[in-house]
């Protein structure tokens, strides 16, 4: 069964008001919300098997706190297609990712990933600064295995069903 985990980079620093929006970089909030986050999905026994995020900054640290002491994952993609964009990129690029990834973290902004959330979820509802969303492909009870997945394009055409939404203020310390 497939998961996607939508999530909403970590908080970032607005203390050098002369960067590019791209270039900003984590705070230290940002710096300390993104391994709790790694470690809430690994009790919930979800680890992606491959990444898709943007290529600004702030995703690309996000996802590299969140790998520190974690399982390596097969594939890490960032690119500039989902840079402050939604639901209608990550379908667009999953339609080119391979049958063999179950669980993909894609790493995002609002307000297009706030949209993807509710969308897919059904669930409306704030996509804050570190927040994952977990779904799971809807199915019918038919299928079997991995072999059977719906391709992802499909898959994110939703509804999906939401197995957590994710926030570093309700995690344990």
Known sequence: MRT????RHAK???DTAELD???RSLSRRGERDA???AA????????PDAVVSSDALRTRQTWRRMAEGNPEVAEVHFTRELYLEGLPALQ???ATWPDSWQVVLALGHNPGWERAAVMLSGRADELTTA???VLTEATDGAQAGPDACRPWAEVLGGPM???AWLRPRDLEP
Not at 4 to 7: E, T
Not at 40 to 47: I, N, T
């Open 161 to 163: 069903v939401l197995r």
């Open 4 to 7: 996607l985990i939508l999530m």
């Open 35 to 37: 391994p709790r986050i």
């Open 92 to 94: 667009r690029l999953a």
């Open 40 to 47: 809430a999905l690994r009790a919930l026994d979800v680890w």
């Open 21 to 23: 929006d791209h270039a």
């Open 131 to 133: 927040n994952a969303v």
């Open 12 to 14: 970032s620093s607005w």
